[in-house]
């Protein structure tokens, strides 16, 4: 089922430019660290140091362990055509933590700018990735498909659509392995460098091979960009969700606080601070808790 959606997505998304009349270049948005087409390759690489707060998400009054990691990304990308750029990144985060082991990731993509069209479809492989959707930690093999196309309706203002599709293999313990797919939409008003909100929603569903595991999940967010001066760029997002267990009596209602920056030292090295902050409220007894997780660290472009 996962490769048939996928290769219909994939078909449908890369046919979109032969469809858009109007050709521009990129334009700088959600992603200040890939250079606009000025030249036919841009490359990246990315460092950083990470913090899990409550890396076990225990309840309210448990012990928590707090775990650092260190993680590095190459990246590149190429312009297809004015508009049109393919990108390829590579990825290892290794954990501070002898029971926990180093997780590679690769991920390749296309983004399209066709105003007032605009589009992007990635597919990626995660390793023995950290995997916090269940309720015990776990390294899992991921394989993901996402896709988002935008559409600019008036000067100011954009609608968009998302897709994500993602298997977790969990190896020896199978009754963890899982399946997610989910959509969602938004709408965006860009009339301004220094303030450019987004009201959003998502939903989706996650099957595991554990019955007791399988929900439906929600959620409405509020983002806020800005970018205040060309070496600048803000965002900070609210969001609600909420999870419905399919087979027991369980719901969970998760709040996070997710605020980033990136401030451009120079034409090639970049600052590249985040953090968020999640609580979830459960109706099960003592099963409060609440999580963060931060980083910091440089990008340098070339």
Known sequence: MFRVVAGFLMAALLAMPAAAQETLPPERDDEPLVQPASRNWNFWLRGNGQLYENFDQAPDGAPENTVTALAAEVGANVG???????????????FNEDELEGS?????????????????VYAEQLTNRPSFDLDVFAGAQIRRLAAEYSYRFLE???ASAEVEL???DF???ENRDNEFAGFGAAIRWRGSRLI?????????????????????????YLQVRSSPTEKLYLSARVRERRRDYANIDREDNRRQLAVSADYSFTDAWVLNLYGARERNNTNLANRDATW???SAGVTYRF
């Open 171 to 173: 190896g020896r313990t």
């Open 80 to 94: 297809l055509t004015p508009a049109l750029r393919a990108y390829a990144t590579a990825s290892y985060l290794q």
């Open 156 to 158: 100011n203002w954009q």
């Open 104 to 120: 590679s990731g690769f991920r390749a993509g296309l983004r399209g700018d066709l105003r007032p069209h605009a589009f992007e």
């Open 166 to 168: 993602d298997q977790q």
């Open 196 to 220: 450019s909100p987004e009201l959003g929603f998502r939903t989706g569903r996650r099957d595991v091979n554990d019955d007791l595991q399988t929900y439906d999940q929600g959620e409405v």
């Open 292 to 294: 963060g997780f931060f």
